[in-house]
């Protein structure tokens, strides 16, 4: 009778088999459920606490698939977890390449570089851990005919004068080998003054020479263009009266480059950021005017030189041009512990506003505020004005650039679908 406590029970009272492996497949789902709540959880509590709290959080973001993979194992389902596992990874490998086709770059133009006579690089020795010294580029490029002027070690140098008093006695071409922070200084340089400019990757992350395509691991590959280069013109940012190539953070990212751990550990630097990015930033309220766009009240604030081509919102990602003759804006606004997961899965967060303008003016509630450009930390007077200068700064790079790679698009699902249903009805799909 389906109302008798007997029902779901065979012959003597024993129980269905069919209702046990209903019962187990229902124990199944909720200890998946149960550990993706705990992953999620324990993702969050490491990246908003310190210590020993952060350890065991990252304990248990680690144990808790593994439970989960255990439990599937004893009920024999281990291959439902690889099965799942392995498509999942085919479906991301295959919308990647949907997006990756439907998204191609163009490429910055190419120009033949001009006949340089007397080139003028200048080379910092303690950058990078000493790369100067280690990959021999003084050597490498006085062989190839460049005049080397070296930093002394005190750090007291004018770089920008240096570069003024080469080019006024006949420097042909500037060039540095250094970090981005220098980079950014004699660029201005030769903006100004119209002449070509040599980047060397020297320096700890170079993300200019990264986005350039150059060879970060063997920055003595970028002296080839004094003999077999191309020229790039190039986009110059400025901040506050100041020069940027890659970008200006401001907000909670601004005040841990003012750490003065962060130039020799910026990873774990930056991990102590996290918990008050996330969790509230008690530092000066920022808002900011992007054209049309305001940006108000965030908590990490990031000016970077042409739009990054994903979603990181800590200023880490790939720009597919630097001849775009916009600056690119992301501002970051936490509000709790459950928002925070749309904010490290996708571009599309609410926590994320995004915008692009070739004017920037950030606004705060204190006369001067700290500010990062490029990984060097200042302060600034408010307002702070960020500008760009379109493809003001001609670029001498190597014709070979191992470094050069198309930017991976973010994953969006929707526009995969898109694509699909595009391609399944004939239509023509339109990028959003």
């Not at 490491?46 to 952060?54: C, E, H």
Request: charged share 20%; hydrophobic share 45%; with cysteine.
């Amino acid at each position: 009778m389906a109302g008798s406590p007997l029902a779901g029970r065979g012959r003597g009272g024993r129980a269905d088999p069919g209702c046990l492996a209903g019962l187990r497949t229902f124990a199944l789902a909720g200890v998946a459920i149960a550990g993706l709540v705990m992953t999620g959880a324990a993702i969050w509590w490491a990246l908003t606490r310190r210590g020993l709290l952060r350890t065991l959080a990252v304990l248990l973001a680690l144990t808790a698939p593994a439970w989960v993979l255990v439990m599937f194992t004893r009920a024999h389902l281990a291959w439902v977890v690889a099965l799942s596992g392995a498509l999942w990874l085919v479906a991301v490998a295959a919308g990647r390449a949907a997006l990756a086709r439907d998204d191609v770059p163009v490429p910055m133009p190419e120009l033949p570089a001009p006949g340089i006579r007397h080139p003028v690089l200048i080379m910092n020795p303690r950058s990078g851990g000493g790369k100067v010294g280690r990959f021999a580029l003084q050597e490498r490029a006085e062989a190839l005919g460049a005049q080397v002027l070296i930093l002394e070690r005190g750090g007291d140098t004018d770089v920008a004068a240096l570069a003024r008093t080469a080019v006024a006695e006949g420097a042909d071409l500037l060039g540095v080998a250094g970090g981005d922070g220098t980079q950014a200084l004699v660029a201005d340089v030769a903006a100004t003054l119209g002449v070509p400019f040599l980047v060397i990757p020297a320096g700890t992350r170079n993300h200019f020479a990264l986005d350039l395509g150059l060879d970060r691991e063997d920055p003595a590959k970028a002296l080839d263009a004094l003999h077999d280069g191309v020229e790039l013109h190039v986009d110059l940012g400025r901040a506050g009266g100041r020069p940027f190539v890659n970008n200006v953070s401001l907000g909670a990212y601004a005040e841990v480059v003012q750490s003065p751990s962060y130039r020799d550990d910026k990873t774990r630097t930056t991990l102590g950021l996290l918990p008050d990015l996330l969790t509230g930033h008690q530092g000066a309220h920022l808002s900011a005017r992007v054209g049309e766009v305001t940006i108000a009240d965030p908590q990490a604030l990031l000016v970077s030189n042409n739009p990054c081509g994903t979603g990181d919102f800590a200023g880490l990602g790939r720009r597919g041009r630097l001849d775009g003759g916009e600056l690119g804006v992301v501002g970051v606004h936490v509000t709790g512990a459950v928002r925070v997961v749309g904010l490290l899965r996708t571009r599309k967060s609410t926590e994320l506003t995004r915008a692009a303008a070739r004017d920037v003016v950030v606004d705060a509630d204190r006369a001067w505020i700290p500010v990062g450009i490029d990984g060097e930390a200042v302060r600034l007077p408010v307002p702070v004005r960020c500008e760009l200068r379109p493809r003001a700064l001609r670029v001498i790079v190597p014709r070979q650039r191992p470094g050069l790679r198309r930017v991976r698009p973010p994953l969006d699902w929707r526009r995969v679908a898109g694509l699909g249903l595009a391609r399944s009805t004939g239509g023509h799909h339109r990028r959003p």
